[in-house]
C-alpha cells in the first residue's frame, strides 16, 4: 500500500509518548500509557478540526529533541510497514520542534536519522519526508526558513512541502507569498485544503501551484470544481475516518468519497493520523468497503492514484 498523508506527531505510540515524558520529567494528567492512549486520541464528540489539533499539543512536547524524533519516525516506520504500508510519505512541522533551541536544519536530521533506521528494520518500506509549514499568525520567518529547509535536503529524504494547520481561521490565500517562494525554489507541494475551508480554498491551492490537495473533499460542493480537479488529475489526500471526527461535513450527511472518485477524481486512501484518528491503512480501507461499497477493484484504483501522484521517486 501507498500512503501520502500520515502526520509523524499523530502517529506516536502511546507508550512512548509516556516514556519520554518520564524521561524528560513533563507531567502527565493520566496514571498510565493506557490512560494516555485516551487523550491522545480525538473524543468520539469532536467538535471541529480545531479541537482535533488540540491532540497534537502533548506529542509535540516529547519531540523537542532529536533522540525523541529518532525513535518516533523509526516506530512510525515500524508501525507502518507492519500495516502494509511499503510506500509512505509522512510529514512533520520542524518549526514546532525548536522549542530546546535546535534549528530547523538539526530537527530535519534527526527525523531522517529516525527514518534511515526505520527502514534499516523495515527493509520492503520506501519511505521520504513532507515539511509542512504552519497556518498562523506572526510565523512568516518559521515558514521560510522550512522551505529554506526543505530545499537543503530536497531529494535527499525531504520530497515536498506542505501547508497544515487551522485552514478556516488562515485562509490559503494569505500565503500566496510563500508559494511564490517555494515556486521559484522548485519544491513540489501539497497544501491542506477543502476540510475545515470550503472549495475556494481548494482553488486557491491549484492557483498557488499545489500538485496535490490534503483532504479536498469539500469540493463536493463545487461541481465546476470537481470537474477541474479530475481533468487535471489532481489527487486528493483523502482521510475518511479524520474527516468524519473533524466534522468536516454536517451531521447526518454521508462523506463523499465515493462520489468524488465515481467522478474520475483522483481519490487515494490515507489515515492522515494513526493514533489521533485510531485507524490504520487496512482498517481505512475496509471502512470503504464496508461502508460506501468499495470494490476491490476500485481500492486497487485508488492505490495507482496513490502512486502515481507520490512526490517520492
Known amino acids: 500500500m501507498t500512503e501520502l ?16 515524558a518520564a524521561a524528560q520529567g513533563t507531567a502527565l494528567p493520566v496514571q498510565n500509557a493506557e490512560q494516555l492512549a485516551e487523550i491522545l486520541q480525538a473524543p468520539a464528540d469532536c467538535a471541529d478540526l480545531n479541537e482535533y489539533l488540540k491532540c497534537f499539543d502533548l506529542p509535540l512536547t516529547v519531540l523537542q529533541e532529536p533522540e525523541s524524533l529518532i525513535q518516533a519516525m523509526k516506530e512510525l516506520v515500524q508501525d507502518m510497514s507492519a500495516d502494509g504500508v511499503t510506500v509512505g510519505e509522512i510529514r512533520f512541522a520542524p518549526q514546532l520542534h525548536t522549542e530546546e533551541g535546535y534549528t530547523q536544519p538539526e530537527i530535519v536530521q534527526a527525523a531522517l536519522e529516525g527514518l534511515r533506521q526505520g527502514k534499516v528494520l523495515c527493509p520492503n ?65 501539497t497544501i491542506h485544503a477543502g476540510e475545515a475551508a470550503g472549495p475556494e480554498s481548494i482553488r486557491d491551492a491549484l492557483r498557488l501551484g499545489a500538485r496535490r490537495i ?24 483523502v482521510c475518511v475516518t479524520s474527516n468524519l471526527q473533524t466534522r468536516a461535513f454536517p451531521e447526518g450527511t454521508v462523506h463523499p468519497v465515493k462520489k468524488l472518485f465515481d ?33 476491490d477493484e476500485e481500492l486497487n484504483i485508488m492505490e495507482e492514484y496513490a502512486r502515481e501522484g507520490r512526490f517520492l521517486s
Open 5 to 20: 498523508h500520515v502526520h509523524l506527531d499523530g502517529s506516536m505510540r502511546p507508550v512512548s509518548v509516556w516514556e519520554m
Open 125 to 189: 518500506f520506501h519511505g521520504s519526508l513532507i515539511l509542512c509549514c504552519m497556518r498562523g499568525q506572526d510565523n512568516r520567518k518559521a515558514n521560510e526558513e522550512t522551505l529554506q529547509t526543505a530545499s537543503a535536503f530536497l531529494g535527499s529524504g525531504v520530497c515536498a512541502a506542505d501547508l497544515a494547520g487551522a485552514e478556516a481561521l488562515f485562509p490559503t490565500c494569505a500565503f500566496e507569498d510563500l508559494f511564490a517562494m517555494a515556486r521559484r525554489m522548485d519544491i513540489p507541494f
Open 214 to 237: 490534503g483532504h479536498g473533499v469539500r469540493a463536493i460542493e463545487d461541481p465546476a470544481l470537481c470537474a477541474e480537479l479530475a481533468r487535471q488529475k489532481i489527487p486528493l489526500e
Open 263 to 295: 467522478m474520475g477524481i483522483h481519490v487515494t486512501v490515507n489515515t492522515d493520523n494513526r493514533t489521533v484518528s485510531h485507524t490504520t491503512m487496512t482498517q481505512e480501507r475496509r471502512l470503504l468497503a464496508d461502508s460506501f461499497g468499495f470494490t
